[in-house]
């Protein structure tokens, strides 16, 4: 088992390249669009900065724990979909429109390779603003920068489990595609604000339906505490949403039928 | 009668648009759930600083205010068309040949089409937000005076964004891809324009600089005058929407005669 995780990893390291280097064919495109991202990340920061500075706390949240928040959201979504960029809003249509055919004929689990299919450009701007911003403005001790490290990689995890999750609607619902990515948009967009700001029912369903939770609020928790506790709760509940994520799309994957499409890598 | 037959060329172009829009169910229903997400996601976080500050007004605005005015604000930000990505494939594509042989302005056609989509989506998104906010919070005082200032703010709000769009498109000509720089202005726009937080509550040496910018009359403006209207406001806002449309006029008119000198057509 563990050689085929360290075959799994090699093939992921052999996707990444290949990805990187079709990327870096159009240099100016690519760069373009890791600056626009990491500007874009940086105009959502500047809105907590201008909040913050008229309104110095928030229910016990300051800028810094905000900060904190949007560096590990972002660090973990770049990582996810710089690495696996078809966990990004193309599996849902890739299963309605019959693309999976392809990728069921590489050897091994189909799945690996048609989330390590390519990369999104302006995924790596989300990853390094989450790094610029937690080692620049934060400030952590070696510890919290150690876990900061890990638990980037956790909520990668979760952002990928919760889009095999949410793109695996299609095996069920036919093109799921809208509801696919509203869903994620929607988990998203709770993910990179306070939790402070919602109940208990909503903040239910934040670790559940909607697993902002998961995503941000703990993994923020454990860098606040530096609590080797809380970060194997993270940790925990990352692999369960993958491992729900991973068994919706093989569960699905008995009901799909290949169409006569002829389709190509992109 | 030319003026005429020109002008509803342009005015069917927008129907058009406007009509197929309202064809694309999941979009509608994927705005709007967005919009309420926002909406409940800001209700929570101004409840919370109103709370706090135990003042009933902040930034001159009631709670109430504050969210019609984030419905507002959100529903015009939301209803923006994809002009920047249209004209850019136009361009990548060589489409752009299609739309110049046409006895029709391209930037004009452009105009009507992104104008049909807007007004629909504008539509829509105000009608769900208005339902969600008086849920949320209940009316606010509104005058027949105050609506018609805030609609007389709007069409310049829209061409202004228009121009802003299309001009990012344009720089297809140049760039490899304009997907970055769309990026880059729409958050300008959310930024400098005052869509989350009105300008009043940004820092005071900022103010008088974000005022008389473009972005700020595309939504703070309008959004200001549908909670709060004043005569006052409305002078500002049409002097300001007014140079702003000329300059942006110029401009585009200057980098599309530019553009078009890169232009070669190859037969085949």
Known sequence: ?266 | MTIMKSANRYLWIGYTAARSNLAYGGEVIYRCSFLTIILYIFLRLWNVVYAATGSDRVGGLTLPQMVWYLVVTEAIYLSAPRVASEVDEDVRTGRLAVHLIRPLSYVGGHLSRAMGDRVVRFAINLTVGAVLAMILVGPIPISAAGIVMFFATLPAAFLLDFLGMFLIGLCAFWLESTSGLALLYTRTVMMFGGMFLPLAIYPAVLQPILKVLPFASMLSAPGVMFVNPSFLLLKESIVIQGAAVTVFLLVVAIVQFLAMRRLFSNGG
């Not at chain 1, 979909?81 to 693309?99: F, P």
């Not at chain 1, 790094?131 to 934060?138: L, P, Q, S």
């Not at chain 1, 299609?170 to 998203?188: K, M, V």
Request: with cysteine; charged share 10%.
């Open chain 1, 1 to 266: 088992m563990f050689r085929s995780f360290v075959d799994y990893l090699r093939l992921c390291a052999a996707y990444l390249r290949i990805n990187m280097n079709a990327q870096l064919e159009y240099r100016g495109a690519f760069y373009s669009q890791v600056a626009a991202m990491f500007i874009n990340d940086g105009a959502w920061v500047a809105f907590w900065l201008l909040f913050f500075n008229r309104f110095p706390v928030l229910h016990g949240w300051s800028l810094k724990d905000v900060m904190c928040l949007w560096a590990v959201t972002t660090a973990g979504f770049g990582i996810a979909y710089g690495v696996m960029g078809n966990a990004h809003r193309r599996l849902a249509s890739a299963i309605a429109q019959g693309e999976l055919d392809l990728w069921m004929l590489h050897p091994r689990a189909v799945l690996p390779h048609f989330l390590l299919g390519s990369t999104i450009p302006s995924a790596w701007g989300d990853a390094a603003f989450g790094f610029v911003i937690y080692f620049g403005f934060v400030k952590p001790s070696f510890q919290q920068a150690l876990m900061f490290v890990v638990l980037s990689i956790v909520v990668a995890v979760v952002f990928v489990g919760f889009g095999v999750m949410t793109g695996s609607l299609s095996f069920y619902l036919g093109n799921a595609s809208t509801l696919s990515d509203q869903w994620r948009d929607i988990s998203i967009t709770f993910a990179t604000y306070p939790p402070t700001l919602f109940d208990g029912k909503v903040k239910l369903l934040l670790f559940t339906v909607i697993p902002a939770g998961f995503i941000s609020y703990l993994p923020v928790e454990s860098l606040r505490s530096v609590s080797i506790a809380d970060l194997l709760i993270a940790i925990a509940g990352a692999l369960g949403v993958l491992a729900a994520g991973v068994g919706m799309f093989y569960f699905g994957l008995r009901r799909y039928e290949s169409g006569n499409l002829i389709s190509m890598r992109e």
